[in-house]
């Protein structure tokens, strides 16, 4: 059992960032692939970011690519979204998941465990 924690939300003028992290519990978590999903106002889940059990393979969705870095420290049970460059249509909760797998996914239903979410606001 997975238990994850996100903190850092808040809201943000457009250009600037914010730093999501995802504090997880169990003893399991560093074997467990990483995602961060969003879901904006009005519209489904989407897939935003992802990292393996080590961090060493990342990947992004095209929207938030070259803009958003997601990195994992296993010693602390965490997981990192650094945002920047932020736009009103980043707009969102952001979720952190868990995968039973090392290696990371864009897919949603592949993710076992989710946090409760972390609102991000970002004015025009």
């Known amino acids: 059992q997975v238990q994850l924690v996100e903190s850092g939300g808040g809201l943000v003028q457009a250009g600037g960032s914010l730093r999501l992290s995802c504090a997880g519990s169990?003893?399991?978590?560093?074997?467990?692939?990483m995602g961060w999903f969003r879901q904006p106002p009005g519209k489904e889940r989407e897939f935003v970011a992802t990292v393996n059990w080590s961090g060493r393979s990342t990947a992004y969705a095209d929207s938030v690519k070259g803009r958003f870095s997601i990195s994992r420290d296993n010693a602390k049970n965490t997981v990192d979204l650094q945002m920047n460059s932020l736009k009103p249509e980043d707009t969102a909760v952001y979720y952190c998941?868990?995968?039973?797998?090392?290696?990371?996914?864009?897919?949603?239903?592949?993710?076992?465990?989710w946090g409760q979410g972390t609102q991000v606001t970002v004015s025009s």
């Open positions: 998941a868990a995968r039973t797998d090392i290696g990371g996914s864009s897919r949603a239903n592949e993710y076992r465990y």
């Open positions: 169990g003893r399991t978590f560093s074997y467990y692939a």
